[in-house]
Antibody, heavy 118, light 106 residues
Framework: EVQLVQSGAEVKKPGESLKISCKAS????????IAWVRQMPGKGLEWMGI????????RYSPSFQGQVTISADKSIGTAYLQWSSLEASDTAMYFC???????????WGQGALVTVSS | SYDLTQPPSVSVSPGQTARITCSAD??????AYWFQQKPGQAPILVIY???ERPSGIPERFSGSSSGTTVTLTISGVQAEDEADYYC??????????FGGGTKLTV
């Protein structure tokens, strides 16, 4: 069974750094790209970017370029999303998702709630 | 890039047919996908490549396309279908785009 298990909820202060994770199991990690999707409270889905876990090639949405860093460690089957300096506006649920051959995301993590507040 | 336009809300009675649209000129060239999201849960893919249904998705979910508008149809709507529905596509540089979402009330 394909599973993406994300790290838990985080509460941070503005200016702090953060790295959240998405551990894949049930398939070959390097075969499928992993994307990150933001959902702000009460709002819709926003694609942030995507990574090829095989070679760590990464593409970002123009809206998130320079704001976050997506990475992966294929030795442990885990993708990451990180911030160097959080802002209150980063408060959101963040999902990782697997890009399947059918052209879109067929498996999703359970989501990680990030709350940034002073 | 471009915007995918969905109605904010659709309301139907149980057993009726719900139709949710998603529009953009680019949909004439790019496939559309539909996700269902219930409160507090991750999205679930219900339709891919305009009209294909993943395994495990009930037959009452179907998709269609008429050029620049794609439609998610739920026939014989059940109470459990109440959720937010998002269409998704890509642009010419493979940037992923989501529609604003439609709240289906049953």
């Amino acid at each position: 069974e394909v599973q993406l298990v994300q790290s838990g909820a985080e509460v941070k202060k503005p200016g702090e750094s953060l790295k959240i994770s998405c551990k894949a199991s049930g398939y070959s990690f390097t075969t499928y790209w992993i994307a990150w999707v933001r959902q702000m409270p009460g709002k819709g889905l926003e694609w942030m970017g995507i990574i090829d876990p095989d070679d760590s090639y990464t593409r970002y949405s123009p809206s998130f370029q320079g704001q976050v860093t997506i990475s992966a460690d294929k030795s442990i089957g885990t993708a990451y999303l990180q911030w160097s300096s959080l802002e209150a506006s980063d408060t959101a649920m963040y999902f990782c998702a697997r890009l399947a051959e059918l052209g879109t995301f067929d498996s999703w993590g359970q989501g990680a709630l990030v709350t940034v507040s002073s | 890039s471009y915007d995918l336009t969905q109605p904010p809300s659709v309301s139907v009675s149980p057993g009726q047919t719900a139709r949710i649209t998603c529009s953009a000129d680019a949909l004439a060239e790019h496939s559309a996908y539909w996700f269902q999201q219930k409160p507090g849960q991750a999205p679930i893919l219900v339709i891919y490549k305009d009209f294909e249904r993943p395994s495990g998705i009930p037959e009452r979910f179907s998709g269609s396309s008429s050029g620049t508008t794609v439609t998610l149809t739920i026939s014989g709507v059940q109470a459990e279908d109440e959720a937010d529905y998002y269409c998704q596509s890509t642009d010419s540089s493979a940037t992923v785009i989501f529609g604003g979402g439609t709240k289906l009330t049953v």
